[in-house]
C-alpha cells in the first residue's frame, strides 16, 4: 500500500480518540502514526473504520459506473446536435 495512503486517510477521518493512552500522553492522529510498534493495531483499526465510513457502500460499487472517456458524444445526448457540437465537428 502507498505509504502516504493511511496517514492521509487517518489525518482525514480521525476526528478524536477518547480513553486511549500510548505510553504516558493520550493517543492522537500524530501518536499512532508515530511507527510505535505498540499503535500498529490501533492504526490498523482506525485506518479501516475511516475506510468504512467515507467509501461507497457494498451495492453503490457495483451500481457504479466507470465514466467513458470519448470525443464522441453519447447516444442521446442533446448536445450532440447542439450548433457547438456541429461546428466542433466541423
Request: charged share 25%; proline share 8%; glycine share 8%.
Amino acid at each position: 500500500m502507498n505509504r502516504d495512503i493511511k496517514p492521509a486517510t487517518i489525518h482525514a477521518g480521525l476526528i478524536s480518540i477518547e480513553g486511549v493512552q500510548l505510553g504516558d500522553k493520550p493517543a492522537d492522529a500524530e501518536s499512532i502514526l508515530s511507527g510505535d510498534p505498540k499503535a500498529d493495531a490501533l492504526l490498523d483499526e482506525i485506518f479501516a473504520a475511516c475506510e468504512d465510513s467515507a467509501g461507497l457502500l457494498e451495492q453503490q460499487r457495483k451500481n457504479s459506473a466507470s465514466p467513458a472517456i470519448s470525443s464522441e458524444p453519447a447516444a442521446g445526448d442533446p448536445a450532440a446536435s447542439s450548433p457547438t457540437a456541429e461546428a466542433a465537428a466541423g
